[in-house]
């Protein structure tokens, strides 16, 4: 069975940032974009996450890039940060996947995907703002460490799943105590990220209604809203990450327009 000292000891590996991305970060937190091409230049696997990334088609760039100080610079500062930030979840990533069924490069486009919609959320709304940023590449980041956690224990998770009616949350819960917010918020923490990052996550765990919403939590449906739009596609369908977690929140008609009008604008 998996307890909740194994999920401990996994969540306990999740490796902290380096001292060259954190240089690589501060370089961006200052807006010079130079500065943070030539630092993530000087890590291979940094800037071969860039070009993975970069130039999968929904970012739409015609030509392939490949020089560090272009890609930030056709980026932008918004862009750079979240792909930045998204390389953290290369780090927790599998290189081969067996309980959700992906490839490397299926769950890169599911991090593309993340990252371009909820920038034009954030657009929409008008919000500029770090924490806003980077909150999205938590969920790519989250469904990584799932697999890890369920991956040495395939045979006990598949015959529970081949026997009961049970999804991959449900099994976290029974099994160990943590649902899969949990673990997005363990990691925001292991990785150093802002307090204010942190409550935006205890937000988004448990907004329930749209009544009364302040600011904060009116971004958070958007996000709930995301995270509801990209488990609804054929990859993740397939590859069982719709199974991953539930979402609970009773979203109003007007919410549910307004945020299906920006994804139009990102399919046109």
Known sequence: MLSKEDLDRYLSEIPSIPEVLKACKAALDEGDMIKAADIASTDKALLEHFKNIVNKPIFGFTNELKDARQIFGVLGIVRA???????FTLLLAPKEWEVFKLTTVQFNEIQASFIIRWEEILKAHEIEDEDYEVIVTLIPASI????????DHIEMVTLIKS?????????????SGYNFFDI???IARKWELSVKLLELLDILDKLE?????NNEQKIMVNLLLLMNYEVSQPICITSGINDLFEINCNFDQESVESFYEIMEKVQA
């Not at 940060?81 to 390389?87: A, D, E, G, K, V």
């Not at 990584?144 to 991956?151: D, T």
């Not at 209604?209 to 919403?213: E, H, K, R, T």
Request: hydrophobic residues 40%; proline residues 0%.
């Open 81 to 87: 940060r979240q792909i930045f930030q998204s390389y």
């Open 144 to 151: 990584a460490v799932c697999e890890s956690i369920f991956k």
């Open 184 to 186: 997005v918020k363990i």
């Open 163 to 175: 026997q009961k009616n049970i999804s991959y949350e449900e099994l976290l819960i029974r099994l």
């Open 209 to 213: 209604n749209c009544d009364n919403l």
